[in-house]
């Protein structure tokens, strides 16, 4: 259920909120997000490269910017880089366009409060 209401959006909601759809606005990203997602475990570049039939430093371009944005993870175990979806942020996603169109949820992610993730505009990962 949501509700009008006139919640101000800042300067710094704005551009945190730009942020995230500019790193969703790649069909590669999508996949990529999409594959992370639905497979539910963290994988490497080889194997994202294997499923999507993209080269590699595609892909890790890719990756890079969804971490900026923090959709997704990465834990480096030696040579070796581990990306996961970080469901916290898309959690977040939805009730940010909600938002930006000037309907409030009745709850947003971000004022729960969750170990190991943040997502609210103007906090890190």
Same mark, same amino acid.
């Given at each position: @259920?949501?509700?009008?209401?006139?919640? #101000?959006?800042?300067?710094?909601?704005?551009?945190?909120?730009?942020?995230? /759809?500019?790193? +969703? %606005? !790649?069909?590669?990203?999508? $996949?990529?997000? =999409? +594959?992370?997602?639905?497979?539910?475990?963290? @994988? #490497?570049?080889g194997?994202?490269? !294997?499923? $999507?039939? &993209? %080269?590699?430093?595609?892909?890790? =371009? =890719? $990756?890079?910017i $969804?971490?900026?944005?923090c /959709?997704?993870?990465?834990?480096? &175990?030696?040579t070796?880089?581990?990306?996961?979806? #970080? !469901?916290?942020?898309?959690?977040? /996603?939805?009730?940010?366009?909600?938002?930006? @169109?000037?309907?409030?949820? +009745?709850?947003?992610?971000? !004022?729960?409060?969750?170990?190991?993730?943040?997502?609210?505009?103007?906090? %890190?990962?």
């Amino acid at each position: @259920m949501t509700r009008n209401t006139s919640r #101000n959006v800042t300067r710094g909601d704005a551009t945190t909120w730009a942020g995230w /759809f500019r790193a +969703l %606005g !790649d069909p590669t990203r999508i $996949l990529i997000l =999409h +594959l992370l997602a639905t497979e539910g475990r963290p @994988m #490497n570049v080889g194997e994202i490269v !294997d499923v $999507l039939d &993209v %080269g590699q430093s595609t892909v890790s =371009h =890719h $990756l890079s910017i $969804l971490g900026e944005t923090c /959709f997704v993870h990465v834990e480096r &175990v030696g040579t070796a880089s581990w990306w996961r979806i #970080n !469901d916290r942020c898309l959690a977040c /996603f939805p009730s940010a366009a909600e938002l930006i @169109m000037g309907r409030l949820p +009745l709850t947003v992610p971000w !004022d729960e409060p969750v170990a190991g993730g943040a997502c609210a505009p103007g906090e %890190g990962c």
